[in-house]
C-alpha cells in the first residue's frame, strides 16, 4: 500500500473553502493519510504555493509527526508544539503555524506535501523551510501529495479590496 494524503474538505485538485484560507478564517483544513511504509520513524506535512510571484510560498511546515498519528483535525493552534507533539515552522508570512491560501490575483494550486521518514528529525520547533529541507534530505522513503485550488476573491466590504 502507498502513501495516500486526503482531506475531507476538498478533493484533489478541487476548490479549497473560503473558511481555510487567510481572509477567510485561516483555519487549517483537517487531513488523513494512510499507507505510510513500516519502517517509517517520523513524517513531515509542507504546504506551498508554486504559483506565487516569487517563487514557492510556505503556508504550512510540520514535522516530528508521529507514525501513529493518521489525521490532524481542522484548526490545528498556531503553537511551536502541538498536543500530539509534531512541531511547526515558519511559513511565508514569518509566522509559526499555518498561513492559508492568500493569492495576490488568478487561481493558485496549493500543494500539500506529506513524506515519510527514515529517522526521528527531532528537531525544535521554529524552523524555515531551508532549515527543514536539509534536515530531511536522504531521508524521505516515500511521499504523497494533495492538490488543492483557490482563487483571488475580491471583496467590497468598506471599499476594501481583498488585497488590504
Request: proline share 8%; glycine share 12%; with cysteine.
Amino acid at each position: 500500500m502507498s502513501l495516500k494524503l486526503t482531506s475531507t474538505a476538498f478533493r484533489n485538485q478541487g476548490e479549497i473553502p473560503e473558511k481555510y484560507s487567510r481572509k477567510g478564517g485561516n483555519v487549517s483544513p483537517p487531513l488523513a493519510w494512510s499507507g505510510a511504509p513500516e519502517d517509517t520513524i517520523s513524517l513531515v506535512l509542507i504546504i506551498d504555493d508554486p504559483d506565487a510571484p516569487a517563487g514557492r510560498f510556505v503556508h504550512w511546515l510540520l514535522y516530528n509527526i508521529s507514525p501513529d498519528i493518521e489525521e490532524l483535525e481542522e484548526g490545528q493552534p498556531n503553537m511551536r508544539e502541538l498536543p500530539n507533539g509534531a512541531c511547526q515552522g515558519i511559513n511565508g508570512f514569518r509566522e509559526l503555524g499555518y498561513g492559508g491560501p492568500q493569492p495576490p490575483s488568478g487561481t493558485h494550486r496549493y500543494v500539500f506535501h506529506l513524506y515519510a521518514l527514515d529517522t526521528d528529525t527531532d528537531i525544535p520547533a521554529g524552523l524555515t523551510r531551508q532549515e527543514l529541507d536539509g534536515a530531511i534530505e536522504g531521508h524521505v522513503i516515500e511521499k504523497a501529495e494533495l492538490i488543492g485550488l483557490y482563487s483571488y476573491r475580491e471583496t467590497r466590504a468598506a471599499g476594501r479590496t481583498g488585497m488590504d
